[in-house]
């Protein structure tokens, strides 16, 4: 089992920054590739960025890029998003998620068997 705790969500102004952290407790943080998604109010979870155990593979959803980064730390057994020049329809619970199925990476939720409570972001216009 893998559990897993998102924190630093919270107000931010369009075109302003936040760091989401999300640090994980259970076996071999490297052993997992760990994802960052999203859930805007009324729609479905979304992809936003994903990284491989290792650290070296980083995927990004196209509307990201440029100006998220994914991160991890696995001596804290940590895994960060950085996020900048944020838009008010970034709004969002944003969850991490850890994956063992592939090490490398995946941008598929089914791919993920463990995830945290979320974190909530609002951007404000």
């Known amino acids: 089992q893998v559990q897993l705790v998102e924190s630093g969500g919270g107000l931010v102004q369009a075109g302003g920054s936040l760091r989401l952290a999300c640090t994980a407790s259970?076996?071999?943080?490297?052993?997992?590739?760990m994802g960052w998604f999203r859930r805007a109010p009324g729609k479905e979870r979304d992809f936003v960025a994903t990284?491989?155990?290792?650290?070296?593979?980083?995927y990004y959803a196209d509307s990201v890029k440029g100006r998220f980064t994914i991160s991890r730390d696995n001596a804290k057994n940590t895994v960060y998003l950085q996020m900048n020049s944020l838009k008010p329809e970034e709004t969002a619970d944003y969850y991490c998620?850890?994956?063992?199925?592939?090490?490398?990476?995946?941008?598929?939720?089914?791919?993920?068997?463990?995830w945290g409570q979320g974190t909530q972001v609002t951007v404000s216009s």
């Open positions: 998620a850890a994956s063992a199925r592939t090490n490398f990476g995946s941008s598929t939720e089914g791919d993920y068997a463990y």
């Open positions: 259970g076996r071999t943080f490297s052993n997992y590739a």
């Open positions: 990284i491989s155990g290792g650290g070296l593979r980083k």
